[in-house]
DNA sequence: GGCGCCCAATGCGTATACAATAAGGGGATC
DNA sequence: GATCCCCTTATTGTATACGCATTGGGCGCC
């Protein structure tokens, strides 16, 4: 049945010649990031509904591929997938933001000892260029660029470790991090500030790993401490608590 | 269609007339769990291919819903999904197996201390008694239980610290763990001594965070002393790297 | 006039059907 | 007799169709 409408129009008008399975998973890779990207940078923010049939028509592939991709960030806690309601982008609640903070307080400091055991030269150029485009999306005031970057900086030195396990898991911190800065953070204040990085490389280059440690452990301190965490409790104020009920 | 394979065999309670939404969460969850504790209990060895349409028989559900707990399982590296040929337990590198390990010394280590102020009366009997089951366990040869239990005390364990975030890092690790004793380990050697999480207990009761700390490190390193982390390399011989090639 | 109930519509959950690919076996040829 | 190629088969990848729950609005009743 579908073979008539193969060759002479794809119906939705939907790209070309899907189906293809070669490209399949590339294309799927390509919309996780897309969406990814999208909740990482605020352009969806906390809250956003994702429904499966719009996005579906944007990327034009079908439902099955969107809920593969979706169930993917909602293990990654990007999104948040309610039984009947379908997705939503994550609102963190103020608990996990202090939990991703303490968690990347133990995660990331830890592993600056070894990082700054194993960088080359070649690494602290790529920091720096990093630093750089960051440091210059923020004086372009591209915020969700500049946010992106960040995520970015801290995950690359995560893997400059040698231990991909601990870096895909400050990867997903810094994801979640960047969603807890859309709901806590103050307009005007990225959490990151600029020279920060620049000066965490030179301890690294320097070879200092406690000095590069206690240097983290200060600047992960400034971005918790730039944050206003406490609960909004906008959509479903707890009644029971309120009355006691 | 399926109705008559209805009748015959009750199989596990009620296993088909699927199709119902409400309770279909829940039948995946326990799917998911039947899946994942017989990888973690070594029922499933690595490598083990895992066939939809045959899971998807044996549960009574339709392979839609087989593959939402595979790719779940994939994301957390229990199992392996290559392209075109479907999904298998995980083998372990030797790196990933190093990589675990580590990362299980960091996070684990570093919890101790909060674990050791949290942890309640309460807390200390729970654990008392997880150890004791796994002494049993032990004493009554069911490696396979053993090996569950030993994973649900330390996941438990990192639970008491109260940053759920870091637990269930610490659960996937253990899970991974698990997996890793099924290919590196030595048999009738496994890895965690049966005193050793009640003197770990002990430390904590008595609120040494410190204490509990070394000794949390002493036994993971010990842990990982008893495994023989060598590559097998048995199924991919690199002929270019033999051959030089 | 307000409150509660019912109906319709939207959107998710599941199953099934179809297409494509990779692997393995058999046959033919050199 | 061995090797290479093609064909068959088994298994995954994707799309679509159908069913059900939930939600929001309209209507009737109190």
Redesign the pocket.
Known sequence: M??LADRGEP?KGRSRR?????D??ER?EAIYRSISDAIIEHRLKPGARL???ALSEVFG?????I?KILQRLALEQLVT?T?????SVTRPTADEAREVFDARQMIECGLMPEVAKRIGAADVQELRAMASREREALRAGEQSTAIKLSAAFHERLAELSGNATLAAFVGRLCSRSSLILAVYGNPGNLGCESHDHDDLIRYLEAGDGEGAKAFMSHHLKEIEASLSIVEEEAEAPDLHSIFGG
């Open positions: 579908n073979q119906t899907l189906g293809k399975n070669g399949g998973a799927h429904r499966e049939d592939v079908s439902r099955t591929g809920r997938l039984p009947r309601r379908g997705a």
